[in-house]
């Protein structure tokens, strides 16, 4: 039998998982491990841990589950493991989910490339576009691809 997670239930966990990271983090620091390998391993472990796979459960994630992982960056805010001008997790989601569409559409070998749309073709050239197909009805912004097709089309 597999048990299937809910997103809430992901967030819940990863987040307690994170917890203990930062008390080994506070540990090394007691130990005298310089500040910026500490943010090092905060980027690598913590930050990691929690948008790991965000392309594929971002868009499903309730707005106070996106609150839990926000509250839980500021508290690296606050211990110095995360600058206040470093990338929100919103903004770390987003660019994850620009890497993978970048990678799917340039990619005709992906196997994701098969759900994205045919290709048009547009005889004006107005202003950059971020793709070229076809922009059919909206159904789910929750799925990676379409947040993708249909991010900055206004």
């Given at each position: 039998m597999t048990n299937h997670l809910s997103v809430s239930e992901h967030v819940r966990d990863v987040i307690c998982q994170c917890g203990q990271s930062i008390y080994a983090l506070k540990v090394l620091r007691s130990h005298g491990l310089c500040e910026s390998?500490?943010?090092d391993v905060y980027r690598a472990v913590v930050i990691a841990k929690l948008l790991y796979a965000s392309a594929a459960w971002w868009g499903y994630a309730s707005i106070p589950d996106?609150?839990?992982?926000?509250?839980?960056?500021?508290?690296?805010?606050?211990l110095g493991l995360h600058g206040m001008g470093d990338p929100t997790a919103q903004q770390l989601a987003e660019d994850?989910?620009?890497r993978l569409?970048?990678?799917v559409r340039d990619n005709?070998?992906?196997?994701?490339?098969?759900?994205?749309?045919?290709?048009?073709s547009h005889r004006y050239s107005l202003r950059p576009r971020r793709h070229n197909f076809v922009l059919t009805t909206k159904t789910d912004d929750?799925?990676?691809?379409?947040?993708?097709?249909?991010?900055?089309i206004y």
């Amino acid at each position: 039998m597999t048990n299937h997670l809910s997103v809430s239930e992901h967030v819940r966990d990863v987040i307690c998982q994170c917890g203990q990271s930062i008390y080994a983090l506070k540990v090394l620091r007691s130990h005298g491990l310089c500040e910026s390998a500490l943010r090092d391993v905060y980027r690598a472990v913590v930050i990691a841990k929690l948008l790991y796979a965000s392309a594929a459960w971002w868009g499903y994630a309730s707005i106070p589950d996106k609150q839990h992982i926000e509250v839980f960056i500021r508290q690296g805010v606050r211990l110095g493991l995360h600058g206040m001008g470093d990338p929100t997790a919103q903004q770390l989601a987003e660019d994850a989910d620009d890497r993978l569409f970048k990678g799917v559409r340039d990619n005709e070998h992906d196997v994701l490339h098969r759900l994205l749309p045919d290709i048009t073709s547009h005889r004006y050239s107005l202003r950059p576009r971020r793709h070229n197909f076809v922009l059919t009805t909206k159904t789910d912004d929750r799925n990676s691809i379409n947040r993708q097709l249909f991010r900055d089309i206004y």
